[in-house]
């Protein structure tokens, strides 16, 4: 059990099992919005890309090799543990099995908080990938990066991080995750349902990032998002 934990814990195994989400949702998003004028992209990854503009028509073309670099660099950080054991396929298996679980607890949970019916209404593919894509995005902006500089730089300012410590960064990386969503010309009508349905839902994927890593944290983001989908397009 200790090495299950352990070996889901690593981000590169974490980006391992993340990586073919990303190429699932890179796919749908080329077939969603090839007949448009308009790229339809996650917000979170619009974020992310936005950055690159200052390279006007190489922008993509840099974004793609930046993300190579990451992952590169993931890789050689974490090199020593991959080189030393063999990728167990099995536990790749638990962790997607493991974000099953935590989403239909996620889903158990908002649902009981506040009712999880308010869906912008997209096509089913649409809505589908962007499902895939803010499971992918906004764990890796809103957790992996900003939990992770908050950590930092509590870390620098306090000689050990106690327990309220890590409830501020919760809290706080939380209420930004929510505030998020109505941010933009294409963000959501500000209601307090749907900011309590983030902030919660941002606590919880806070909790799991924290304590079982990024990929189980990114699959459970999008399980939750494809199950509200089904359900919705079910309807």
């Known amino acids: 059990m200790n090495k299950y934990?352990?070996?889901?814990?690593?981000?590169?195994?974490s980006f391992l099992i993340i990586f073919p989400l990303i190429i699932s949702y890179e796919l749908l998003a080329y077939i969603n919005n090839f007949q448009s004028n308009i790229d339809i992209r996650n917000g979170a990854d619009v974020y992310i890309r936005n950055i690159f503009?200052?390279?006007?028509?190489?922008?993509?073309?840099?974004?793609?090799?930046?993300?190579l670099f990451f992952?590169?660099?993931?890789?050689?950080?974490?090199?020593?543990?991959?080189?030393?054991?063999?990728?167990?396929?099995?536990?790749?298996?638990?962790?997607?099995?493991?974000s099953c679980f935590h989403a239909l607890a996620l889903l158990f949970i908002l649902d009981l908080t506040i009712s999880l019916n308010h869906m912008i209404s997209n096509p089913a593919i649409e809505k589908v990938y962007l499902s895939i894509g803010a499971g992918i995005w906004e764990e890796i902006l809103f957790r992996y990066v900003l939990v992770s500089l908050l950590l930092f730089l509590f870390s620098?300012?306090?000689k050990k991080i106690s327990f309220w410590d890590y409830s501020i960064i919760i809290i706080i990386s939380s209420y930004i995750f929510s505030i998020y969503h109505f941010i933009g010309p294409f963000g959501e009508t500000p209601e307090l349902y749907?900011?309590?349905?983030?902030?919660?839902?941002?606590?919880?994927?806070?909790f799991i990032f924290i304590f079982r890593g990024?990929?189980?944290t990114v699959y459970t983001h999008?399980?939750?998002?494809?199950?509200l989908t089904i359900f919705t397009i079910s309807r």
């Open 214 to 216: 990024l990929g189980i």
């Open 5 to 13: 934990i352990s070996f889901s814990r690593n981000d590169f195994f």
């Open 222 to 227: 999008a399980f939750f998002n494809l199950y």
């Open 156 to 158: 620098k300012m306090l």
């Open 53 to 67: 503009h200052i390279f006007g028509e190489y922008a993509n073309f840099v974004y793609a090799i930046g993300l």
């Open 194 to 206: 749907s900011l309590i349905y983030r902030f919660i839902a941002g606590l919880i994927l806070c």
């Open 71 to 98: 992952l590169l660099f993931i890789f050689l950080k974490h090199k020593e543990s991959f080189l030393s054991s063999e990728i167990n396929l099995f536990f790749l298996f638990l962790m997607i099995l493991e």
